[in-house]
């Protein structure tokens, strides 16, 4: 098979001594990435099996599938500690931006300055090092989406979502107060809960997205019960997500219509959630539902829900001499529909690349910036784009003891620089075509087993026709030496790094359909 024709490097480390036996340089950018899968016992073999077991006495075990051995994991290959060599095609529940064991990332800890950086972790909001604004502009900000010159860092994914609402919170309340100091009656009324100090604040978000786990942004979260089931959660405004049926070409105007239903469906929730003072902030939606099973939406629905969400608000305040126990707080004129909360893009699962662009809404042509976009995973730390207006006005309202991880930074600075001079972008555009053309041939003449196929670079996924045979298309393809993975009821999505190139959507295709042949239709 052809390889494109791409900047290539190669490296010294003594990790490629430890390579299996069958590793060739077919990648021209990675040295030493293996010819293709090996698989050699069952999975999880028995050292995995023996470590599972040990891991169990110490804490609640059963996710994991098997044991990784990461001195010999490379590129887009994860090796296990039996000797099983598997393309990965979920990296990490994608979040390897470069694969493993990636050269340049490498070299990154040879600097004794980086090792520095790496032993000591520092406060960031007290104690930043020398060179931190330089090293944020360099990278984060390098890749800022359109309109974003501020940034925040944060540890996680959900912390960044948990913030940027916070963030949004105290924005629509600045708005409310129309430039009035903080009162002493709501700095000791938050103290215990109650108004006006504790808003009723609320933040939108839809059926099937995920945003977290943490208690705020887990009322947010509507992917899987497993991620809710007994724990509090807020009364917060929740709307559909558009449901599309596939082929698109052939079900044009239904998927316009499921649009428009849903939009609909955010009004009513503006209008019920505003009448009723508990004021809807912010919106939070991701380009693509990821964990809720790979929904997509078009860009029209994207840029009518910014109409929605940005209309601007207008408030009246109660009379001082009122008793209720709102004084002074502002509420909803209720004379005309006008929300004015926060757009919050959360780009976790899809930001960093995956989708042919660096930010996965990019592809909508949004009319104005978003005013939040949150990130992590492939971009290594977590953390916040906002809109200048959306600063804090106090010190240690958005604040953490780490704030982020400069170690990550310095990562991430190093994998920018891969991705714009090996140019890894046009290659997810490439891979995604074979990829995507390869799955709608397979859902052509394997329709029993593969279903509204749905992607956008290598962010890519298909249903199968029940939970159970899109598990057991998952396991099988594991025996042939792929790692892949589930999402939502019945999606099978696919996650690979920016350095899989199209001969690994030829390696995965292949494997794909050996296992389609052999599987049962029931």
Request: proline share 6%; with cysteine.
């Amino acid at each position: 098979m052809a390889l494109s024709r791409l900047n290539t490097f190669t490296t010294k480390s003594s990790l490629f001594r430890q390579l299996p036996q069958n590793a060739k340089c077919l990648s021209n950018l990675i040295l030493g990435e293996p010819s293709g899968p090996s698989v050699k016992t069952p999975i999880p073999g028995p050292k995995s099996k023996e470590m599972i077991s040990e891991l169990n006495t110490i804490q609640f075990a059963n996710t994991v599938i098997y044991f990784t051995d990461y001195n010999k994991s490379i590129g887009n290959y994860i090796v296990d500690v039996d000797g099983n060599v598997l393309l990965d095609v979920y990296t990490q529940i994608s979040s390897l931006p470069l694969g493993y064991n990636h050269p340049d990332l490498l070299k990154v800890l040879q600097d004794p300055d980086n090792q520095r950086t790496f032993i000591n972790r520092p406060s960031l909001g007290l104690f930043p090092g020398q060179g931190w604004p330089q090293k944020l502009t360099s990278s984060l900000l390098s890749v800022a989406p359109k309109g974003h010159s501020q940034v925040t860092t944060m540890a996680c994914g959900s912390c960044s979502n948990e913030n940027a609402f916070k963030a949004a919170f105290m924005w629509y309340r600045n708005k409310q107060r129309g430039g009035a100091p903080i009162t002493e009656e709501e700095n000791t009324s938050c103290m215990m809960n109650v108004a006006p100090g504790s808003t009723p604040f609320t933040i939108m978000s839809f059926k099937g997205g995920f945003h977290g786990r943490t208690i705020g942004v887990l009322s947010t979260t509507h992917s899987k019960a497993i991620h809710k089931l007994d724990i509090p959660a807020l009364d917060w405004p929740i709307a559909s997500f558009p449901r599309y049926k596939y082929p698109l070409e052939e079900f044009a105007e239904e998927n316009k219509a499921e649009d428009r239903k849903c939009l609909a469906e955010v009004e009513e929730e503006f209008e019920r959630f505003n009448k009723s003072g508990r004021y809807v902030a912010g919106v939070v939606i991701e380009p693509v539902q990821a964990e809720g099973g790979d929904n997509h939406a078009s860009p029209e629905f994207f840029q009518e829900l910014q109409r929605i969400t940005k209309k601007v608000p207008v408030f009246w305040f109660c009379s001082k001499n009122c008793n209720c126990r709102f004084n002074s707080v502002p509420f909803f004129l209720k004379k005309k529909k006008q929300n004015g909360a926060a757009l919050i893009i959360d780009e976790v699962q899809t930001g960093g690349g995956a989708t042919g662009k660096y930010w996965c809404h990019e592809h909508f042509h949004l009319p104005e910036p978003a005013d939040f976009v949150t990130f992590s995973k492939k971009m290594l730390t977590g953390g916040y784009y906002s809109l200048p207006e959306f600063r804090p006005q106090q010190g240690y309202r958005i604040f953490n003891t780490w704030m982020g991880e400069p170690s990550k930074v310095l990562l991430l600075d190093k994998v920018i620089e891969v991705i714009k001079r090996d140019n890894l972008l046009s290659i997810v555009q490439a891979s995604g075509k074979k990829l995507m053309d390869g799955l709608m041939d397979m859902s052509k003449r394997y329709p029993q087993h593969v279903k509204n196929v749905r992607g956008i670079g290598t962010f890519c996924a298909f249903d199968s026709s029940s939970a159970e045979k899109r598990d057991e298309i998952v396991a099988k393809l594991k025996e042939k030496g792929i790692q892949s993975g589930g999402c939502g009821d019945l999606s099978l999505r696919i996650r690979p790094a920016l350095v899989f190139q199209p001969y690994h959507a030829d390696i995965f295709l292949e494997k794909f359909e050996k296992v389609l042949k052999k599987i049962k239709t029931v």
